[in-house]
């Protein structure tokens, strides 16, 4: 006996004969089912793996890699304080940051607003800007002269900022428009007491989309010079931010950031700001793939009731077969290789099902998701081959135990009792 014979005799078995029609359609939807558990577990995961690279894309294309901050507040020789940073093995470039909570008001509307005082000189080397501003936008920061033709005798040039998508629709600002941004700090005092705000005209030079909400709702940058004197800073700033060459190891290099400026200094880094976030995402994916196994257990029931069916069927020829000689070993051979034949068959199929609907999903995003609700507005898809190994070697395994309960009934049949009533 080898291994040929077996896998002869398995192949014959599943080509059933007319009067067993019931036995070859039972069998097509066994690895149709195992053809659809495996498609949705190589789309679902894809898609899972594609939103969670995508909301990392954005959210490091507009945060640092690390934050660098003081125990004591305020940095007022950050530049020294860069220079030190720059310095350290890992670190590609860093800025100085100012981070505050501001109003901002239109000629008609008011909207709260995460005021960001940026460098835009050396922003762009830390932070991810590229693809939501221009390159122009940061450069005119500085500020913004009014038109020839509109410019009163002795008018001051006023500061320009930079909102994003959502804040601008909400205050109904176009490019050109002026904002007053309104700071909590740094007010006069009123006769009784009372103290007004400060108040500082900006005209709005760029609109930026991010593709994530939250940021496009909240987020407004000026120059760091203007952030200082709008909320009294002085010549101090809130922080610096990083941009480091592994983002992976961004703990590694934090930690060497702290010891090369001592004592007084914390670090933050993108991980940690998001931890929860891609907990949750993780956890998500992590679920998703539990759930969608139980599609492939339930085709797998469906291969056990199709090979008991075929033992039952073919009892006479089992018996034949071990009156001529053959192994117990030999008919679970048999029937696990048919069972095989069946798992490998539909993972096969659901593989390249998975495959090419991803690639639709990715080449004509027909799947359009509300921004506000799911952070970006299309289907994201990313393939990966650890996850495409990992589905088929599931859907592999499966379907090989759920040949062995049929596989091993078939063995014990004996052949004298198969046969005495034929």
């Not at 809130?238 to 934090?254: L, N």
Request: net charge positive; with cysteine; hydrophobic share 50%.
């Amino acid at each position: 006996m080898n291994m040929s014979f077996e896998f002869f005799v398995g192949l014959r078995y599943l080509r059933a004969k007319r009067k067993q029609a019931f036995i070859s359609i039972n069998t097509l939807i066994s690895v149709a089912g195992v053809m659809l558990g495996v498609m949705a577990m190589v789309v679902v995961l894809a898609v899972m793996t594609g939103f969670g690279a995508d909301i990392k894309s954005k959210i490091l294309g507009m945060n640092a890699h690390v934050r660098v901050m003081s125990f004591g507040g305020k940095l007022r020789q950050y530049e020294e304080i860069i220079k030190r940073v720059e310095a350290v093995d890992g670190v590609q470039a860093a800025a100085p940051f100012i981070h505050s909570q501001v109003m901002l008001r239109s000629s008609s509307y008011v909207s709260g607003a995460v005021l960001r005082g940026i460098d835009p000189l050396r922003a762009g080397r830390v932070l991810d800007l590229e693809k939501n501003m221009k390159g122009s936008w940061l450069q005119a920061l500085e500020g913004v002269e009014e038109p020839q033709n509109e410019k009163p005798a002795g008018a001051a040039v006023h500061p320009g900022i930079i909102i994003g998508k959502e804040l601008a629709r909400m205050l109904m600002a176009n490019p050109g428009d002026e904002l007053y941004v309104v700071s909590p700090f740094g007010g006069s005092l009123t006769p009784i007491g009372a103290r007004v705000p400060y108040m500082k005209k900006f005209r709005v030079i760029g609109i930026f989309d991010s593709g994530m909400y939250d940021y496009d709702a909240s987020f407004a940058y000026i120059s760091i010079e203007s952030a200082q004197q709008l909320l009294r800073r002085g010549h101090s700033v809130d922080g610096i931010e990083a941009k480091v060459d592994d983002i992976y190891r961004v703990d590694k290099t934090s930690d060497a950031i702290l010891d090369a400026l001592g004592h007084g200094y914390w670090t933050q880094d993108w991980m940690q700001m998001n931890k929860n976030f891609f907990s949750a995402l993780k956890l998500e994916k992590t679920v998703m793939f539990i759930i969608l196994v139980l599609i492939i257990l339930v085709a797998a029931f469906n291969i056990v009731s199709t090979l008991i069916m075929m033992v039952m069927d073919k009892t006479k020829d089992i018996a034949i077969l071990k009156s001529m000689g053959a192994t117990a070993k030999s008919i679970m051979k048999i029937f696990m290789l048919d069972g095989l034949i069946i798992g490998v068959s539909g993972t096969v199929l659901g593989l390249a099902g998975g495959g090419v609907l991803c690639y639709l999903l990715k080449r004509y995003e027909f799947v359009k998701l509300p921004s506000d609700v799911y952070y970006i507005s299309t289907l994201p898809v990313r393939v990966q081959v650890l996850d495409v190994a990992l589905v088929a070697l599931s859907a592999i395994a499966i379907s090989f135990l759920a040949t062995l309960y049929p596989s091993y009934q078939a063995s014990r049949l004996d052949p004298a009792t198969a046969i005495r009533y034929e």
